[in-house]
């Protein structure tokens, strides 16, 4: 059995200036007295944002922001954003667990790779790292050196190579 095929909604023309024919009704009658489309309000809607982990190194504010992956277009475009209102010695970097994951959306190029986050992070001229990359001053540099943080690099390194083909 066939589906019955949908009702197309009546299509008016708009009025050149209006948004629909009956805003234009509404001007043209019982609003006459108003002036139509006349201002313009700015407005923003304010946000806050609250980074993984804070330290203060050599009188500059860090905001490690860690990061499995981007999920979508407007959660890492907002970390321009953030960056514009931070305060000049505020930094905010990133620590990736795998910078070669690809970017969400991103299209296969001609070499049929991917745009990663670590371009993504170098391209708008954010510093970001990985666990294995880190400064030796942020870092409890001991716990480097356990079996733990090997055998996590190892299957990041695995990972990472994997994306890499």
């Known amino acids: 059995m066939r589906r019955k095929p949908r009702v197309k909604r009546p299509r008016h023309e708009k009025v050149q200036g209006y948004d629909s024919v009956w805003e234009y009704l509404l001007h043209d009658t019982i609003l006459k007295d108003w002036e139509h489309h006349a201002a313009k309000v700015k407005y923003?809607?304010?946000?806050?944002?609250?980074?993984?982990?804070?330290?203060?190194?050599?009188?500059?504010?860090?905001?490690?922001?860690?990061?499995?992956?981007?999920?979508?277009?407007?959660?890492?475009?907002?970390?321009?954003?953030?960056?514009?209102k931070l305060p000049e010695n505020t930094e905010l970097v990133f620590l990736f667990a795998n910078p070669a994951s690809p970017m969400p959306g991103a299209t296969t190029r001609k070499d049929g790779t991917k745009r990663t986050h670590g371009e993504w992070a170098t391209a708008n001229k954010f510093r970001w790292y990985t666990e294995a990359t880190l400064p030796d001053d942020w870092v409890n540099a001991k716990l480097r050196k356990t079996e733990d943080f090997k055998q996590r690099?190892?299957?990041l390194d695995a990972e990472i190579e994997i994306y890499a083909k």
């Not at 806050?48 to 499995?68: A, C, H, M, N, W």
């Open 44 to 84: 923003t809607v304010e946000h806050s944002y609250e980074p993984d982990f804070v330290r203060t190194l050599q009188s500059k504010v860090i905001l490690l922001e860690s990061k499995g992956r981007f999920w979508d277009y407007a959660e890492y475009s907002k970390y321009k954003w953030i960056r514009e």
């Open 153 to 155: 690099q190892h299957e």
